[in-house]
């Protein structure tokens, strides 16, 4: 390990990994997702076009690439997988800007900013339909299975979170019911997917469910944090945003319960006023090791709880990594 200025930095030193272990594969499914999302319609191209550009992290690809990687499978069943989970990723994010009425994705103009809500809707469908294309080329029922039931839970636990949008009284319980569904439960289908076209027993199988559960937890929970105190220029998002869009997330929940900070917090909540600078108070080192570090910890759980699932897997370059996912995950400034 180099020392100093040339130390690598532990996100790179993970890529580089994944790059080394996955990099064909990887690069097979951008194909596949450049080959599905080609529409012969000049207008609805325009739109697909900057979106799939936009690319994101490709976590869930990863994950099903990774989860079928302990056994010799259907290689290219597993690429079309892969490819599918990101566009059903791209479609709920495009649902879920015009839900939230975002104007940026990923520090870009959201769709619905640029066509309207109607044209963003659409274009959304258009990559679950694409996405199931691919899951039907798989000729496996099961996929169908896992993911339809993956997306009807997305689906519930996107209402559930309007439902209770500026809500001060929600509970830790329907927060975590929530972030199972908005992202736990597709992290837990990707895993599950992979496995399953690995041919692994069942046992393993749901190891690997339960992986991508907690990891899936802890990702949201990380991500919530970040909203708080996260870099805008990193993130791609102004700091608290979700607060000004009503979602209620765990470190929020935590702060209205804290005898000093939670009266601040619901009279902001109470006046609708999110300006950046009344949002500060987040941000004292006093709010920052208090409800918000115990937040931090609840993600650390659900990610020290992942890394247990894979301890009954072999010990390969694959669990390696997925292990490292685990860590990373509490680690990402994005």
């Not at 739109?47 to 499978?73: A, H, Y």
């Not at 479609?91 to 109607?118: F, Q, T």
């Not at 399953?196 to 690997?208: E, P, Y």
């Not at 759980?301 to 995950?329: D, M, N, W």
């Amino acid at each position: 390990m180099l020392s100093g200025h040339n130390k690598i930095n532990p996100e790179h030193e993970l890529q580089l990994e994944i790059a080394t272990l996955l990099g064909d594969e990887l690069l097979a499914v951008e194909e596949i997702i450049l080959d599905f999302t080609v529409s012969g319609v000049g207008a609805i191209q325009e739109m697909i076009t900057p979106v799939v550009q936009n690319r994101g992290k490709r976590l869930r690809p990863l994950l099903v690439l990774l989860s079928g990687g302990f056994e010799e499978g259907d290689r290219g069943a597993l690429r079309r997988t892969a490819a599918a989970v990101e566009l059903i990723h791209t479609a709920s994010l495009l649902h879920d800007d015009v839900i939230d009425v975002a104007k940026e994705r990923r520090g870009k103009p959201s769709l619905n900013a640029l066509y309207g809500n109607c044209p963003a809707v659409l274009t959304g469908d258009y990559f679950f339909a694409r996405a199931f294309e691919l899951v039907a080329l798989c000729e496996n029922l099961d996929l169908i299975r896992i993911f339809t039931s993956a997306i009807s839970t997305m689906c519930e636990g996107e209402i559930e979170q309007s439902r209770n949008a500026f809500n001060c009284a929600m509970s830790e319980q329907q927060y975590l019911r929530c972030a199972y569904g908005k992202t736990a439960v597709l992290l837990e289908a990707c895993c599950e997917a992979g496995a399953l076209l690995s041919r692994l027993h069942q046992d393993a199988v749901q190891q690997l469910k339960q992986y991508g559960r907690n990891l899936g937890m802890a990702f949201q929970i990380t991500d919530d944090l970040l909203d708080i105190w996260g870099n805008p220029a990193r993130t791609g998002k102004p700091a608290g945003s979700d607060l000004r869009e009503g979602t209620i997330t765990l470190p929020l929940i935590y702060i209205l319960e804290d005898p000093y900070w939670g009266e601040r917090l619901r009279e902001l909540i109470r006046r609708r006023d999110f300006s950046v600078e009344k949002l500060t108070f987040m941000l004292d080192p006093a709010c920052r090791n208090g409800p918000l570090a115990r937040a931090r910890q609840r993600a650390a759980t659900f990610a020290l709880q992942a890394g247990k699932c894979l301890h009954e897997l072999e010990r390969t370059p694959v669990r390696e990594i997925l292990e490292k996912l685990a860590s990373y995950v509490l680690q990402r400034d994005k």
